[in-house]
């Protein structure tokens, strides 16, 4: 496919065509339906696009009789060259779903980069197998294994802060753990594969279990009224619910000093942790800056 081929369409139609390979590529299938409630077009336009699409970029999507819809074609190739963010964005937040351009900022800013980003096939892959609700086959290099091969099954993305996890069911531990996306190579959709009750992520007591976070300003450092005004708290306290899988995440990511006696010093604890106590059980909690368990406290 040429660019001039591209060109020649509409904006418009540009942005449905790229809205149709995100939702193939990353959910694994596409039904008319998906286009007429996403641009407000009618039944007979959907159609346009995607057979527009599947002329400009043949063997990207297969029509499946059985499920009535368009699947991923084994020969795919993308014809939009998404970044990573965009795509986590689409992902995780469900806009800008739009063809990638250039836009004018309306006021000059400045976002800090990330210094890692998920390979797209790979983020694809899994993002598949969270959608279609099936195991996959992955080649998992970690500092303290090394290279292993796993099945694993996917229920949902986190995002730390710093890089992008997979939270999933891994069968050569028998638990749910969290997989660092960039760490993953080769991975295979085991479509034939049964996912077993104990391996479904209503089953990960560290996912559905909610902990309740109270953050005061750090007793130890000044101005405790402009720490309230940065965090918008409400009678000096920030309450928080999270998952237990991710509290430690969020604890390290604002340097909320998580010690019983606030007894972490530097600037860059503005907050702390009033109720560590609600922390126990919580796996992830030893990432919470200065965290002891009850035992150790």
Same mark, same amino acid.
């Given at each position: 496919?040429? &660019?001039?081929?591209?060109?020649?369409?509409?904006? @418009?139609?540009?942005?449905?065509?790229?809205?149709?390979?995100?939702?193939?590529?990353?959910?694994?299938?596409?039904?008319?339906?998906?286009?007429?409630?996403?641009?407000?077009?009618?039944?007979?336009?959907?159609?346009?696009?995607?057979?527009?699409?599947?002329?400009?970029?043949?063997?990207?999507?297969?029509?499946?009789?059985?499920?009535?819809?368009?699947?991923?074609?084994?020969?795919?190739?993308?014809?939009?060259?998404?970044?990573?963010?965009?795509?986590?964005?689409?992902?995780?937040?469900?806009?800008?779903?739009?063809? +990638?351009?250039?836009?004018?900022?309306?006021?000059?800013?400045?976002?800090?980069?990330? =210094?890692?980003?998920?390979?797209? &096939?790979?983020?694809?892959?899994?993002?598949?197998?969270?959608?279609?609700?099936?195991?996959?086959?992955?080649?998992?290099?970690?500092?303290?294994?090394?290279?292993?091969?796993?099945?694993?099954? @996917?229920?949902?993305?986190?995002?730390?802060?710093?890089? *992008?996890?997979?939270?999933?069911?891994?069968?050569?531990?028998?638990?749910?753990?969290?997989?660092?996306?960039? #760490?993953?190579?080769?991975?295979?959709?085991?479509?034939?594969?049964?996912?077993?009750?104990?391996?479904?992520? &209503?089953? &990960?007591?560290?996912?559905?279990?909610?902990?309740?976070?109270?953050?005061?300003?750090? @007793?130890?450092?000044? #101005?405790?009224?402009?720490?309230?005004?940065?965090?918008?708290?409400?009678?000096?306290?920030? #309450?928080?619910?999270?998952?237990?899988?991710?509290?430690?995440?969020?604890?390290?990511? *604002?340097?909320?000093?998580?010690?019983?006696?606030?007894?972490?010093?530097? +600037?860059?604890?503005? =907050? *702390?942790?009033?109720?560590?106590?609600?922390?126990?059980?919580?796996?992830?909690?030893?990432?919470?800056?200065?965290?002891?368990? +009850?035992?150790?406290?």
């Amino acid at each position: 496919m040429s &660019d001039a081929q591209l060109d020649d369409l509409t904006q @418009p139609q540009r942005d449905r065509l790229a809205f149709v390979e995100l939702r193939v590529r990353f959910i694994g299938d596409i039904r008319r339906q998906d286009l007429v409630s996403r641009f407000g077009i009618q039944s007979a336009a959907a159609t346009r696009d995607l057979a527009i699409y599947k002329e400009l970029a043949p063997g990207n999507i297969d029509y499946d009789t059985k499920a009535k819809c368009y699947v991923l074609g084994e020969d795919f190739k993308p014809l939009f060259d998404f970044p990573p963010e965009r795509v986590l964005s689409w992902l995780t937040q469900g806009f800008g779903d739009g063809e +990638p351009s250039q836009l004018k900022a309306w006021v000059t800013s400045e976002i800090p980069s990330r =210094l890692t980003h998920p390979d797209l &096939d790979v983020l694809a892959c899994v993002t598949r197998a969270i959608h279609q609700e099936c195991p996959v086959r992955v080649e998992y290099h970690s500092i303290s294994s090394g290279q292993t091969e796993r099945q694993i099954v @996917p229920f949902a993305l986190i995002d730390n802060g710093l890089r *992008w996890h997979v939270r999933a069911f891994d069968r050569k531990s028998q638990e749910f753990r969290d997989f660092v996306i960039t #760490r993953i190579k080769r991975p295979a959709l085991l479509r034939d594969e049964e996912v077993q009750a104990h391996e479904r992520g &209503d089953q &990960d007591i560290q996912w559905t279990r909610i902990v309740e976070l109270e953050l005061i300003p750090h @007793p130890d450092q000044p #101005r405790s009224e402009v720490t309230e005004m940065d965090y918008g708290m409400r009678d000096g306290v920030l #309450r928080m619910k999270l998952r237990a899988a991710t509290a430690g995440y969020i604890l390290r990511k *604002w340097s909320v000093d998580s010690s019983p006696d606030h007894s972490l010093r530097g +600037p860059e604890y503005r =907050l *702390w942790l009033k109720n560590p106590l609600a922390l126990y059980g919580v796996r992830n909690a030893v990432l919470a800056p200065g965290y002891r368990s +009850p035992d150790q406290a």
